[in-house]
Structure formats: C-alpha cells, structure tokens
C-alpha cells in the first residue's frame, strides 16, 4: 500500500506524462498509448472512451459523437448503441457528472439488456467517470447547440472476484479532466504541426471536427472563411454532408466562394478550407494537361502521354488561358504553384 505521498507523486507524474504526449503525438496513437500507460496505475482489461452531446435532465442516453475502444471489438459500440436507453449507468453519469460510478453484472439495477452487452463481451465489473467539456465548441453565447458536450471513460475487468477499489475509482475522477484536457490539447497541436508543414497563407485554414461535425478546434482565420460560403454560420458545427460518408476517407465540396476538402483522422475528420482559386473552375482533364504544361512538359509530350493530339492539347491550353484570365506559361505556373492539390 502506497502512502498519501508516494500517491501524489504517482498522480502528478502520470498527468506530467500525459500532458507531454499530447503535444508530440497525433490523436489515434496519443489514445492508444494513453490506455497503455492508464494501465499502470489502474488495472483494467479493457476501455471505452467516448465524447457525446447529452441534454442536462434528459432522459435520453447520450449521442455519442467519436470514440477509442481499448481491446473491445468495433461493434461493441454498436451493440451499445442498440441497448442504451436499458443503460442505467449511462443516465445515472449523465446526472452526476465528475464522479466515478461503479457497476457489475451483480448490480441489481443492471436491466436485461445491459447484462446480456456485459456478458456477451465478458465484462464483469465497470467504474466509469464523465467530465463536461466547457472548452471547445462553443457558440458566441458560451453554450453548445445540440446540448453539452461530455467526456466518458469507461474501465472494464473481465473476472468476477477482480473488483475494482475506492482508490482506484478516486485515480480515475481525479484524472479523468485530465484526460479530457490532454486529447483536447492533442487535437490542437496535430493542427499546429499540420500549419507548420503546410506553411499556408491567410487564404487557407484548417479546423477538426467529429464525426457530427462539432469543432474542436480551428484556426483564427477559419470563422471568416467559411462564413464567406456560409454567412449565418454560428461557429460551432459544419453540416454533415461536407464530412466524408461512412466508407469514405476523404471528401472534397467545391462553393461559390470556397473549397473544403476533409480526411478523416480516426474518429476525428480533418477539415483544410481555402479560398475558391479560378483553377477549381478546370475540369479534371485541363487540370492535368495544366499541371503536365507548367511542369516542363511539350505539347507533343503531353499528347503521346494522354493519347491525343497535339493540336487537341494545344487546344486546351488556350481554353485554360481564356478560364484563367492569364497569357502565358509563367502565370500558369504562378496561379498552380499558389493553389494546392485536393486530395
């Protein structure tokens, strides 16, 4: 048994550890190794941390908006998904939030269908523990729209007479907005190193968002941006369909004043936004020969490589002038140079 002291030490050097990992990994790797070093101070066989919007006093079960799952199967989430309104624990979180709860398939409050998730997944005891997050995704009247944004940690134990301690549910409320605070630094400084390579002018920004759409962080120059599409946006969540589908990892949506591209990140999508360039008004085939043009290439090249003729080239070459408003091959090569490639 440790002491009081040996505890505190213990404490302050694994927030230490945390908060320095947020800064130097992207968010999959930082939640995976997060639960790694998690398992050093509180034994658990496996974990669900999620972020979801919940209403205060609902008795609706949380809308989960992105999530990590530590040696669970994927559809675990889905089965959860499918018995929530039976979750007990859920609601009972939801009400008190910053305090770990505990639970176990002896729980006399468990519902049928919660016992059968528990069981089906060989999950014998849970303490859980939910933090609001007042930080991020807030609108200019400090409030979220769909509802308050929350953080949940759940910690699963696998054998029956493995019960979890008082200490150990004290460790996991006293880290848990630790926790919370940490993925929300990561998340910033990916997009922070994502600017520095990117090294982007006042025309461009970048924002990440959840898989609902709710920002959790964005550049200074992002609001203004995207407002020039959007005029009435309230800075707090961009519509679901300029995120990629299910099965898709990018998706690319072309305004009458912007271009927006995101990839997803995991749980998270990646969201690079610009300024409309007169190159976004080319078709896929006049990019190409652009690009192959103000690469160095002849007409008599391009031709032979795309299979057609050079007067058909040549042809394209005068129609992306007339689009672009310009003269000649060193325009070109400028208004390319300054418009970068959608992914």
């Known amino acids: 048994m440790l002491s009081p002291e040996e505890n505190l030490l213990r404490f302050s050097q694994v927030t230490h550890d945390i908060y320095q990992a947020a800064r130097k990994m992207p968010v999959p790797i930082f939640q995976s190794w997060l639960m790694e070093h998690l398992q050093q101070i509180i034994r658990f066989d496996a974990a669900w941390w999620g972020r979801a919007t919940c209403t205060p006093d609902s008795l609706s079960a949380p809308n989960i908006h992105g999530h990590y799952l530590f040696n669970l199967p994927e559809g675990y989430a889905q089965d959860w998904e499918a018995i929530k309104e039976s979750d007990h624990l859920a609601y009972r979180a939801n009400q008190t939030l910053s305090k770990t709860l505990i639970s176990g398939i002896t729980d006399p409050e468990l519902s049928p269908d919660l016992l059968r998730l528990m069981t089906q997944h060989q999950i014998s005891h849970v303490i859980c523990c939910v933090v609001e997050d007042p930080v991020i995704a807030l609108n200019q009247g400090g409030a979220l729209a769909e509802g308050r944004l929350i953080d949940f940690l759940s910690l699963y134990r696998r054998e029956p007479e493995d019960r979890y301690t008082p200490y150990e549910m ?97 749980q998270l999508v990646l969201i690079r936004l610009r300024l409309k360039s007169p190159v976004d008004d080319l078709s896929e085939r006049e990019l190409l020969v652009a690009r192959m043009f103000s690469n160095g290439k002849t007409y008599k090249e391009i031709a032979a490589d795309l299979h057609r003729s050079p007067s058909t080239i040549r042809n394209h070459i005068q129609s992306i002038y007339l689009k672009l408003g310009i003269k000649n091959k060193a325009e070109l090569v400028n208004l390319l140079n300054t418009t970068p490639p959608e992914t």
């Open 170 to 266: 004290m460790m996991l409320q006293c880290l848990a907005p630790h926790i919370s605070e940490a993925i929300n630094q990561c998340v910033k400084h990916y997009l922070d190193h994502q600017r520095q390579e990117q090294q982007g002018t006042d025309t461009e920004a970048m924002a990440i968002a959840d898989n609902k759409g709710v920002l959790h962080a964005m550049e200074p120059t992002f609001h203004g941006l995207f407002c020039k599409e959007w005029p009435e946006w309230q800075g707090v969540v961009v519509d679901q369909t300029l995120l990629p589908a299910p099965a898709q990892n990018t998706h690319f949506f072309l305004g009458q004043q912007v271009s927006l591209t995101t990839e997803r990140l995991g």
